[in-house]
């Protein structure tokens, strides 16, 4: 089968056990870069050696089909240079393959710089999405960032280093400067930093200059205040371009504050609601 397995985002004690095992013991490994790899078997110790599959974002597409079949036969461990395969790192192409052609697929759960900058952050934690990384140029980066400005959930983005303070100014001036936010760098390693504050706050901080990789992670929109008549016709906004009735309570309810049965109840009598029956109730 495949093998996902989370690599260490900085410190190599987070190593689990049973990644070690598996870089003892598997036939195969597909890498992001396989210098990586040869130096993480060193630093663990592991003397075995395996033969080493480059997988990387630009030949992905191409050696998908050819590690899913080397997979029939033998476990394939599949790493990215740090944290979770994946998530903003080559894998996806692989996993899905593998679905399709009926090959298993497991994971060695681990570090992860998403969810440990998220549970630093000091911001919500029950709601949240990661967006990956922001774009390089100010224009495309506030587009996407005008396209979040309603997002009730906690965002967790990556960036680069050289570039944060400039994508911190943009949040500021479309999100709004008191927006608070989240810096995270080098996380689990010696020089670990977290900035916090406000938008307008943490861009100043950055502006010196920041080093390592970077974690942002940016609190969501606040609630807006909306009356029950307008959270209503928003509903009936949705259904009338195609959505279905149950979908469009659902997607209001979630950054109105009411409550989705209520909203469906008194949607139920618009004229557009594409067959959705009055005796229905959402889910």
């Known amino acids: 089968m495949i093998i996902l397995a989370a690599t260490p985002i900085g410190n190599l004690g987070d190593a689990s056990a ?3 095992e598996a870089l003892g013991t598997v036939p195969v490994i597909a890498a992001e870069d396989t210098r990586t790899t040869q130096r993480l078997l ?32 033998a ?25 399709a052609a009926g090959v298993g697929v497991t994971a060695l759960p681990g570090p992860s710089a998403v969810l440990t900058a998220l549970a630093l952050s000091g911001l919500p934690t029950d709601r949240f999405a990661f967006e990956g990384f922001l774009p390089r140029k100010s224009g495309e ?41 989240a810096l995270a760098r080098e996380l689990t390693k010696m020089y670990e930093e977290v900035l916090r504050g406000t938008a307008a706050e943490v861009a100043e901080q950055a502006r010196v200059g920041i080093r390592g990789e970077v974690v942002l992670v940016v609190e969501g929109a606040p609630a807006r205040e909306i009356s029950f008549a307008d ?21 209001v309810a979630a950054h109105t504050g009411h409550t989705r049965r209520d909203l469906y109840q008194a ?17």
Do not use: C, W
């Open 18 to 20: 049973r990644l070690v």
């Open 42 to 73: 060193a630093a663990l110790g592991v003397t075995h050696r395996p033969r080493l599959v480059a997988l990387h974002d630009h030949n992905e597409k191409e050696r998908a089909g050819e590690i899913v079949e080397l997979a029939r036969d």
């Open 75 to 99: 476990d394939v461990l599949l790493l990215s240079d740090a944290g979770m395969p994946t998530v903003s790192d080559p894998g996806y192409g692989v996993v899905a393959a593998a679905i």
């Open 141 to 181: 980066r506030r587009t996407v960032l005008r396209q979040l400005a309603a997002e009730a959930r906690t965002m967790v983005f990556f960036d680069s280093p050289s570039r944060v303070a400039a994508s911190l100014t943009d949040i500021a001036e479309v999100l709004g400067p008191d927006r608070r936010v």
């Open 231 to 251: 959270a209503v016709a928003q509903v009936r906004a949705q259904v009338a371009s195609g959505i279905r009735l149950k979908e469009a309570a659902v997607d």
């Open 267 to 283: 949607a139920l009598g618009s004229p557009d609601r594409h067959g959705d029956g009055a005796s229905a109730g959402p889910n």
